[in-house]
């Protein structure tokens, strides 16, 4: 049955080689490639996507089949290399621009808190502070000890009282900028603050320098205030408006475990901090020992039931000031130092008017400080009142 005329076997290879001819010239089917070295290592996901890309390819042309294939070869490599991983797909889109969710962005900015500040924080030409209140604002301003940048104003009517009116009006005497702005942008800035309306962007005020060695002329007798360890910002403006409210010639405070000089002291302090200079000393006991071998008394504090010490303590309405004096406050809870005890030449308490149920037997750290400078200024007074009647 395979036996055939030459005739027919003469037409069947023509047939054949012809077909076989086709093949040839026309090269690999539309949407097809042909793997390179890199392209056979690479996912199959990548390869089917690159075919999906690639146009249809024109007629096999032999003189430049080569170069075709080697610049092909290349943009492979290079598209590779630009690749985007097909978990971030569906973040890209035309042109090359990605979108990006707000949960990822949140995440980026909680990694760069530093970014994020830089985004939410005004541009100032140096670091800066927000003073908020009528009275530490305008005492800000009158009395010059910060630089000040802006005055913010709430925009309502009530900005048109005349307390906000003298603010305003002693900024645009110093030529300072005054903005209105809305109540929830004053609360932001005051980070929810009482305000009263009015906040100042100004540079923060810091300790003055304390030289233990350096003795200012004051006439009378002299009461220091020192104050070691006042953490709580509420206390020490409280603390700092009775000292300069009752005449204290002078406030030191341990730098050490001890509040700043914050815009919160500033509006506790109904503006006082604003006025008058807080010394700042890092070592109380050198400075207290100083002025010991200087003349000076240093006098403690202790509670109304305190407990067995050799040091004497007695009732602070019965001591008497005669000389130049320094009295010392501790922190809210657990006092005066160790250290700084051993240095006091006599302690003192505020005797309680009852008998106090357990847990109570102190005071208010900024409330004892003002009980005791009033009682020791009154006497202060009444020495210095015998001194000018005696002959």
């Not at 097909?86 to 979108?99: D, E, I, L, M």
């Not at 800066?128 to 009395?143: D, K």
């Not at 007695?314 to 501790?330: A, H, N």
Request: glycine share 8%.
């Amino acid at each position: 049955m395979w036996l055939c005329s030459s005739t027919h076997r003469h037409k069947f290879v023509l047939v054949m080689c012809g077909k076989l001819s086709r093949l040839v010239s026309v090269g690999p089917p539309a949407g097809s490639s042909i793997l390179s070295p890199e392209d056979r290592s690479r996912d199959p996901a990548d390869r089917r996507r690159h075919r999906g890309s690639n146009p249809p390819t024109a007629p096999h042309q032999p003189a430049e089949a080569e170069g075709i294939s080697d610049r092909r070869r290349s943009s492979q490599g290079k598209s590779s290399k630009n690749e985007i991983p097909p978990s971030q797909k569906h973040n890209h889109v035309r042109g090359g621009v990605f979108k990006v969710s707000s949960e990822l962005r949140k995440l980026c900015l909680e990694d760069f808190p530093a970014d994020k500040e830089r985004q939410l924080r005004p541009k100032q030409a140096d670091t800066s502070e927000v003073v908020f209140g009528i009275a530490p604002c305008l005492l800000a301003l009158t009395q010059g000890r910060r630089k000040v940048y802006q005055l913010l104003v709430k925009d309502s009517e009530t900005s048109r009282r005349a307390s906000i009116l003298t603010v305003c009006e002693e900024a645009h005497r110093r030529g300072v900028q005054v903005s209105r702005v809305s109540k929830k942008h004053l609360d932001k800035m005051s980070l929810g603050g009482v305000h009263q309306g009015v906040c100042l962007q100004a540079s923060p005020l810091n300790f003055l320098t304390f030289d233990s060695e350096f003795n200012i002329s004051e006439t009378g007798i002299p009461l220091w205030l020192v104050l070691e360890r006042i953490q709580d910002p509420m206390n020490l403006g409280a603390i700092l408006r009775s000292a300069y409210f009752l005449g204290v010639d002078k406030v030191i405070s341990s730098l050490r475990h001890s509040c700043p000089l914050s815009p919160v002291v500033s509006k506790a302090s109904s503006g006082v901090m604003e006025a008058m200079g807080v010394y700042g000393c890092d070592s109380l006991e050198d400075m207290l020992r100083t002025k010991v071998e200087q003349g000076w008394q240093v006098i403690g504090t202790v509670g109304a039931d305190p407990e067995e010490s050799r040091i004497p303590v007695i009732p602070c309405s019965d001591f008497q000031v005669t000389k130049p004096t320094m009295l010392l406050m501790g922190s809210e809870g657990k006092g005066l130092s160790g250290k700084l005890l051993s240095v006091c030449q006599t302690l003192l308490t505020i005797p309680a008017g009852r008998d106090l149920a357990p847990g109570v037997e102190s005071l208010n750290v900024s409330v004892a400080a003002g009980i005791l400078l009033h009682s020791l200024l009154v006497t202060k007074s009444r020495c210095l009142s015998r001194k000018e009647t005696s002959p």
